[in-house]
């Protein structure tokens, strides 16, 4: 699965952090990074509730 953030529409809720602090962080400008762009299948239940909790929708992913 492969995950983009859309960092011109994020807000920095961190909402996502929650969901998987593992593959989402917040850096110094309170926007969200990830810690790798492709991950495991096994992560996609995180994966798909950092996007649901994004209150900007900053958060897409492909199977």
């Known amino acids: ?3 983009r953030v859309d960092r011109d529409v994020c807000q920095g809720y ?3 952090v929650l969901a998987d602090p593992e593959i989402f962080d917040v ?3 309170g926007l969200v990074v990830l810690s790798r762009a492709t991950v495991a299948d096994e992560r996609l239940p995180a994966v798909r509730r950092a996007e649901y909790d994004c209150p900007s929708k900053a958060i897409h992913f492909t199977e």
């Open 27 to 29: 850096d110094d400008d």
């Open 14 to 16: 961190g909402n996502c």
């Open 1 to 3: 699965m492969t995950i």
